[in-house]
């Protein structure tokens, strides 16, 4: 088994750049709080997420998509919840909650759904930290390993740059 940390410092400077450039391109003034629009951002990508891998879907024999196309949306929820921690001026420390035994990964979807609300609802480290959590024990039932998820931040980062750059 795979066991590496995950860079979450770089990642968080990473993640700020690419809001301030988003913003800068966009002509969003620096007041504008953007919060809400970026919690609904993620909850619209966890439904991308869970639609792709087709957890809860028990009426259909149709397999998951390729997991390069689950960890590319896996990561866009990265994206958000870096994004959120930053627009609050919260931080994720990259101590995980080791005793997590939620196997079922439909559930796991629905606790990051709550998680993501509660924050909305009441933002405070401990919320954030809960959100960041429950996300990456989401990540490990999907079989991601801390370097699979930060190639795969480092490869989206730049998609996200170049589609700024062609109007996106």
């Known amino acids: 088994m795979r066991k590496s940390t995950m860079d979450w410092k770089k990642l968080f400077t990473m993640q700020k750049q690419l809001d301030h450039y988003i913003e800068e391109s966009n002509k969003i003034p620096a007041k ?3 919060f809400e629009d970026k919690c609904l951002a993620l909850l619209v990508e ?4 869970a639609n ?6 028990f009426w259909s024999t149709k397999p998951p998509s390729a997991d390069e196309v689950i960890l590319e949306e896996y990561v866009d929820g990265v994206h958000f919840i870096l994004s959120l921690g930053i627009e609050k001026g919260f931080e994720y420390s990259g101590i995980e909650n080791g005793n997590k035994v939620e196997v079922d990964i439909t559930a796991q979807f629905n606790t990051v759904f709550t ?4 924050f909305n609802e009441e933002p405070s ?18 079989g991601y390993h801390a370097t699979d998820i930060q190639s795969a931040y480092y490869k989206k980062n730049k998609v996200n740059y170049d589609r700024q750059q062609e109007g996106y």
């Open 115 to 118: 998680s993501c609300i509660r």
């Open 52 to 57: 792709e891998t087709r957890s809860f879907k």
């Open 32 to 34: 504008q709080n953007l």
């Open 125 to 142: 480290q401990i919320n954030y930290t809960t959100l960041f959590t429950d996300f990456l024990h989401l990540g490990k039932l999907l």
């Open 46 to 49: 966890l439904g991308e997420l």
